[in-house]
């Protein structure tokens, strides 16, 4: 199992571009959720779902969006970058709403 | 005030020591995460509780429920330890509330 993957590692996008982060798992967990991590705060929550075709706003979801066409891939959004959207970015899914997996993460600098 | 705290922020042993990281939250929870974040940023799951103990070859984790308070203790502390350890809230429902994170530097 290669557990829950993202790509790309890393990405460098200037203000107003948009871009999609990937997220997918071969876990079959129903539930998905983005995060993005600032330096010293914890992660905050951006969006996740329950299921396919189903999602909700997290703590800190503007300037995003996302969509669930299929059980395993949970694409993040981002339109019109700005420069606080410049985070490391995880995606994470699990079984019920408690241990998560997270993927390795998404480096994203806006300038 | 953070909902979820953990102390200290930063944290530097010699290899060998015993280790204690706490959490402390102020929210109802269903369960608490500890997390270990390396440098090169994965995150991985060491520990779910919701009461008790649990340990795992060198780490230990305990809970007080009544006093809101986790602790991750790491015993004969490698080089290899040396990671961010972050605890995390489970509230129930979707939501997750996740400390800060504590960095430690275990020194050969």
């Known amino acids: 199992n290669a557990g829950v993957t993202q790509t790309p590692k890393f990405r460098i996008l200037k203000i107003g571009q948009s871009m999609t982060l990937q997220c997918a798992q071969d876990m079959n967990h129903n539930y998905m959720y983005w995060y993005r991590q600032d330096p010293g705060m914890g992660l905050k929550l951006i969006y996740y779902?329950?299921?396919?075709?189903?999602?909700d706003k997290g703590e800190v979801p503007n300037g995003y969006n996302v969509s669930r066409s299929t059980t395993e891939d949970f694409p993040l959004r981002l339109e019109l970058a700005a420069p606080s959207q410049t985070s490391v970015y995880f995606c994470?899914?699990?079984?019920?709403?408690?241990?998560?997996?997270f993927g390795p993460g998404t480096r994203l600098t806006v300038l | 005030k953070n909902e979820v705290e953990q102390s200290p922020q930063n944290l530097t042993a010699q290899e060998g020591e015993f280790i204690t990281i706490n959490c402390s939250y102020s929210?109802?929870?269903?369960?608490l995460h500890w997390l270990q974040q390396h440098p090169g940023g994965g995150i991985v799951s060491l520990f779910m509780l919701s009461s008790g103990k649990k340990k795992h070859g060198r780490l230990i984790a305990t809970i007080n429920i009544q006093e809101k308070h986790s602790s991750l203790h790491i015993t004969a502390s490698h080089p290899r330890d040396s990671a961010v350890y972050i605890c995390?809230?489970?509230?129930?429902?979707?939501?997750?509330?996740f400390g800060a994170g504590t960095r430690l530097f275990v020194k050969a």
């Open positions: 995390a809230v489970h509230t129930g429902g979707f939501k997750t509330i």
């Open positions: 994470a899914s699990s079984w019920d709403y408690n241990e998560q997996f």
């Open positions: 929210v109802g929870i269903s369960a």
């Open positions: 779902s329950v299921g396919a075709g189903i999602t």
